[in-house]
């Protein structure tokens, strides 16, 4: 049976668990894939799965990726980590025709900018509604000469770096930063456009949509993250340090009407996102495709939007994937045929926790080391 070939962008936790559902899955289907991966950072784990490890040139992608197409036709290229979608891989994949799980780069500003993100939002009347109040300032300084004002129309805010910092760009009142000009002046942050929102008090959560090539729109059940870097939900914001889901697909502060509610929010972005980007550019302008991830909060006032992602979320994908009923790989297929049929979840609560060097998100040691001792718990 002739090879397809699939492309993977990333080598960490969400990546490995997208690799091994495929072969696994593909397997199940009688299919034989030909799996790609471009190697991020080493993991020996998705040695076990991927045929082909490729060390990703990122500084030269562009030309790296253009060699790889001549060397093997893609059936399909799923983006892992935002950076590439920075990139503009999906645009270029696109120029050869091949089919992503990923949005152009003008789509994928909603996560690449916080700044595009929240002006887009209030454009809508029925979006504007889960926005929070917020200020744009296009430096530091312009930030820190208006504090005053900004005291007086928050009681409490989040400052919010305006491109991609890993989940390491946001600092909340009371937890990064005291309500004082030194603890503002204090924070690593840089003389880039900055955000500066209201502060939430809820409980967080991340749902998940994938949109195919025939505009269908299907939904992951909601997640709760932890971001920050210690025990009990405290230290240093970070990406995501683990993720949980209870019994039935559910969390236990929400209820089937916040889940319809975060799902539609997800849906109304995609088809404003599609007209209002069709009218902004005045280009050839694809649909968005692949993956729109919500991470949303519930407070007493109701559900709100924290920020948009436009790729897997990770770790969420980790559960989501690990409970998914669907065959993964006949859900790529219909992925790229537009014909996407529901997503089916085991009603199983599943837990995933990330083990991380001593020295995570406070210095950046490549070759950090730890050791790993399981207790027999039976």
Not at 170 to 176: L, W
Not at 248 to 274: A, H
Not at 344 to 360: E, G, N, R
């Amino acid at each position: 049976m002739k090879e397809k070939n699939i492309l993977v962008f990333g080598s960490g936790g969400r990546e490995y668990i997208i690799i091994k559902r495929l072969y696994e899955d593909s397997i199940l289907h009688n299919n034989n894939l030909n799996i790609i991966c471009l190697e991020t950072n080493e993991n020996t784990e998705i040695k076990k799965y991927a045929k082909i490890i490729k060390k990703c040139d990122y500084f030269n992608i562009n030309d790296f990726l253009c060699n790889l197409i001549t060397e093997y036709k893609f059936y399909l290229a799923i983006v892992g980590s935002e950076d590439f979608l920075l990139k503009g891989v999906v645009d270029l994949l696109k120029s050869y025709n091949i089919p992503c799980m990923g949005p152009s780069k003008i789509n994928a500003q909603l996560e690449t900018s916080k700044s595009f993100s929240r002006n887009f939002v209030n454009n809508y009347d029925d979006l504007k509604i889960y926005n929070p109040v917020f200020n744009i300032y296009n430096c530091k300084n312009d930030f820190i000469n208006d504090l005053d004002n900004v005291f007086n129309k928050f009681n409490e805010f989040v400052i919010k770096k305006d491109g991609l910092y890993k989940g390491k760009g946001v600092f909340v009142e009371n937890i990064d930063f005291e309500r004082t000009i030194k603890g503002i002046e204090n924070l690593d942050i840089d003389n880039s456009i900055l955000i500066i929102e209201e502060k939430f008090i809820g409980e967080e959560f991340s749902l998940m949509s994938i949109i195919d090539y025939g505009n269908n729109i299907n939904h992951f059940p909601p997640i709760r993250v932890y971001k920050r870097l210690n025990e009990n939900d405290t230290g240093n914001n970070t990406g995501g340090m683990g993720c949980i889901i209870d019994k039935d697909n559910c969390l236990p502060f929400l209820d089937s009407k916040d889940i319809i509610e975060c799902q539609n929010i997800n849906s109304k972005v995609v088809k404003y996102l599609n007209s209002y980007i069709n009218y902004e550019s005045h280009i050839n302008y694809e649909s968005y495709r692949g993956i729109l991830y919500g991470s949303f909060i519930k407070t007493d006032n109701g559900i709100k939007i924290i920020e948009f992602n436009c790729r897997f979320g990770d770790p969420e994908i980790i559960v989501a994937l690990s409970l998914l009923k669907n065959n993964f790989w006949e859900l790529c297929v219909n992925y790229v045929d537009g014909s996407l049929k529901d997503l089916q979840f085991s009603q199983d609560s599943c837990i995933c926790v990330y083990v991380v060097p001593k020295t995570y998100c406070v210095k950046n040691e490549k070759n950090d080391k730890f050791d790993i001792y399981f207790n027999d718990f039976n």
